[in-house]
């Protein structure tokens, strides 16, 4: 496989796509106060210092899992879930100044390495922080799916509906992917129906009620980060996301 292959080709698309969300989310805090940093998030008991604090360690958590593509050497996303609490926590008080430097080099470091990842250690196997085992590709999709969304939970000027396109088209078909899979067979299932696209798709046995509304609407609320009060239909209760 040369470099110019399709599929290295992908890659690199992608890794662009994260540079340039990344530029987007770094334009937001730069604007922020000392002040901002310690008014609530819309994460439950997280100001935006802890989501700012999240986002840099999980940089170098990705960092983590690239070393191990590209080296073969088992190396833990993070070292433990209590270290992994801990370093946000320590984090999340920081001025903006330091908040800003952190986040800037923690997510150079991700996109420098990512940049000169030998094309075949692409393939090879890894598992995220659940155990799960992905390939060392998804790492991309990871870490643009946490600047994305994580964008929208500062609570500022950056919403749903401004999510590009195919970040909100994948989100929805993933996290509809992920409600199928956890669906329980036993309770009523439900039809989703983007309005903005011919995207439908049903979760769950048997379908009781459609749901509609746009590609950033529907996935927004799946992933549960919405109340659903921008859509139509019975919602049903979900389950926390995963």
Request: aromatic content about 6%.
């Amino acid at each position: 496989m040369t470099s110019d292959a399709p599929e290295f080709t992908e890659i690199h698309t992608q890794l662009d796509t994260v540079a340039t969300a990344t530029d987007r989310l770094l334009d937001t805090v730069t604007a922020l106060r000392d002040a901002g940093l310690v008014e609530p998030s819309l994460l439950p008991g997280w100001t935006r210092g802890h989501v700012l604090a999240h986002l840099s360690r999980n940089a170098d958590s990705l960092v983590n899992l690239l070393l191990w593509a590209r080296t073969g050497i088992e190396t833990p996303q993070y070292a433990s879930m209590y270290l992994r609490e801990a370093d946000i926590e320590a984090g999340a008080p920081r001025p903006l100044r330091d908040q800003l430097e952190d986040l800037r080099a923690s997510a150079d470091r991700w996109l420098d390495l990512a940049r000169v990842m030998p094309e075949e250690r692409w393939a090879t196997s890894v598992r995220n922080r659940q155990g799960v085992e992905i390939p060392a590709t998804r790492i991309l999709w990871m870490r643009l799916l946490e600047v994305e969304v994580h964008h929208v939970d500062l609570a500022l000027d950056y919403s749903p509906a401004d999510w590009p396109a195919a970040f909100a088209n994948r989100l929805l078909s993933e996290s509809v992917a992920d409600r199928i899979r956890t669906a329980d067979l036993d309770a009523p299932g439900y039809t989703v129906t983007a309005t903005d696209t011919d995207f439908t798709a049903t979760i769950g046995s048997a379908s009781t009620t459609t749901i509609s509304g746009t590609t950033a609407a529907l996935a927004t609320w799946l992933i549960g980060r919405s109340d659903g009060s921008d859509l139509t239909g019975e919602l049903p209760e979900l389950s926390a996301w995963k």
